[in-house]
């Protein structure tokens, strides 16, 4: 026996700590186990270790934010409670795009792993068909590590860095195929909003949404060695969805991607403009720029390149009021793989001009054995080894339906836009 675990001792809070190894071992099997496990992290925050090696239930929020040096070693099973209502109610609000969450973990220098599990009973609300809380949040924190931890069945997001720089996500497995064998849908697997410094590597994800997206401000990203079965893509953005405020999706890296049955592979989506200065559907300014997908393998991608400069807006408003999101200094080096269209494999569907867009090492090939690649607005064209034509379709949807849309040239006296004449056959 370990000389530290003699000094044990059962706190009524329901947790027993070790004072020398500075552990906390969490008993579990209580109807909330939400408190004992908020106790052991208060105990054994600067610079112990809460274990979590039993099932815990968790059914009333967890607002842990002001965690310092400390370790989280879930070896056991997280089940969140399937209350639709307690969470819908009482969920920690995140002001952005109504998301909630069960769990804020914040602070500086947390680290999580163990191999366990976080079961969000998401079953509950799919067959409900409404969303719920996103498990847990990284929120307002720094230095965080999550690696080896399973998540399955979110009843939305899985997880949402949020605020926070120097994050990394490794070797996360996420599945939230609902039982019956059907796609849950809105389960991202990653949102990164206003956060810096993050890292999403080594993972295999089975969901219904975006793979990972970068919501506004997400600076300085690694997205690296992912398997996404079933998703909407990497994506940047959406963006640009409120008039007046600025987002900013810049130095990110996508690297050694394999996309399989996905709606999209590699995505960028930005809102066109609006007429009204108090817009909540686009409008909004700033900046995609610095992006590099590479290694991007498709298997059966709706269309593997999109990017969509007049997301969720109309032909006519983008005509006449151009995206105030600026698209540029975006690269795609060795894309291939396959589609499901018959032969669109590239959609590039700017309403301003987008600048600086290179493609080395593309193969991408549609159902019919051929390709085309469609590009609006595209500044120059010299630098794809793809031809483009002109105006294409792109995949519009972020709900649950795969709509499409069509899109036509844009003339404008004050900026060049440049298109293509013909499409080509790849064999
Ligand atoms: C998650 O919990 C649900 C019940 O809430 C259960 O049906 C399902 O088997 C669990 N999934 C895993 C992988 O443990
Ligand atoms: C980033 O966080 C990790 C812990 O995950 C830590 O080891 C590292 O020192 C941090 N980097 C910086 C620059 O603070
Ligand atoms: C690419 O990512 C996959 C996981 O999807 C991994 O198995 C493989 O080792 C990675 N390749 C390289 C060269 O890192
Ligand atoms: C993004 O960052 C810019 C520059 O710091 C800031 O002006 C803007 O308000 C931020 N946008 C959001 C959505 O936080
Ligand atoms: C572009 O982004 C990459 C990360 O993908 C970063 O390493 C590089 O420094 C950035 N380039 C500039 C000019 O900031
Ligand atoms: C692209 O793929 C080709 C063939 O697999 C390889 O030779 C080349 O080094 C790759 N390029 C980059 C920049 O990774």
Not at 99 to 107: N, P, R, V
Not at 379 to 407: E, I, N, Q
Request: hydrophobic share 35%; net charge negative; with cysteine.
């Amino acid at each position: 026996m370990a000389p530290f675990s003699i000094l044990k001792f059962v706190s009524i809070l329901g947790f027993a700590v070790s004072a020398l190894a500075a552990t906390c071992e969490v008993a579990g099997g209580t109807s909330d186990d939400g408190p004992a496990i908020a106790a052991a992290l208060s105990t054994c925050n600067n610079g112990g270790t809460v274990v979590l090696d039993k099932t815990y239930t968790l059914a009333t929020v967890l607002q842990t934010t002001a965690l310092n040096n400390v370790a989280i070693q879930l070896t056991g099973t997280i089940k969140l409670s399937p209350e639709i209502s307690y969470w819908k109610a009482s969920g920690v609000q995140l002001t952005y795009q109504s998301a909630y969450t069960a769990w804020t973990i914040g602070g500086s220098g947390i680290h999580i792993y163990g191999g366990g599990t976080f079961n969000a009973s998401g079953d509950t609300w799919y067959a409900a068909g409404t969303t719920g809380p996103i498990p847990w949040v990284i929120y307002n924190a720094k230095n965080v590590l999550v690696e080896n931890i399973n998540m399955v069945q979110s009843p939305f997001w899985h997880n949402f860095i949020y605020q926070s720089s120097n994050v990394t996500f490794n070797n996360i497995n996420l599945n939230s195929i609902q039982t019956d064998g059907s796609q849950a849908q809105n389960t991202d697997g990653w949102d990164i909003y206003r956060s810096s410094n993050v890292a999403i590597t080594n993972s295999h994800i089975i969901n219904g949404d975006d793979c990972v997206s970068l919501k506004p401000n997400s600076t300085n990203v690694l997205v690296q060695n992912l398997y996404c079965q079933g998703s909407h893509g990497i994506s940047m953005g959406s963006v640009g969805q409120y008039a007046g405020v600025q987002d900013i999706i810049q130095n990110v890296l996508v690297k050694n991607i394999t996309m399989v049955n996905a709606e999209n592979g590699a995505r960028i989506k930005a809102f066109g403009g609006s007429s009204s200065s108090t817009s909540t559907t686009g409008g909004g300014n700033g900046y995609v720029q610095n992006i590099t997908f590479q290694d991007f393998k498709c298997d059966a991608v709706t269309l593997p390149i999109v990017i969509d400069q007049c997301y969720e807006t109309s032909t006519s408003t983008c005509a006449s009021y151009p995206s105030k999101v600026l698209i540029n200094d975006i690269h795609y080096i060795n894309v291939t793989g396959t589609g499901t269209k018959s032969k669109e494999v590239v959609s590039m569907v700017c309403s301003d001009v987008c600048e600086d867009i290179t493609a080395v090492g593309t193969s991408l090939v549609g159902t019919s054995g051929s390709s085309e690649y469609y590009c609006t607005n595209i500044g120059s064209l010299t630098s794809l080894d793809f031809p483009c034509s002109v105006a294409g379709s792109v995949v519009s949807s972020s709900k649950s339906s795969t709509t499409t849309k069509k899109t036509t040239t844009k003339t404008t006296t004050t900026k060049t836009s440049t298109t293509s004449t013909k499409t080509t056959t790849t064999t």
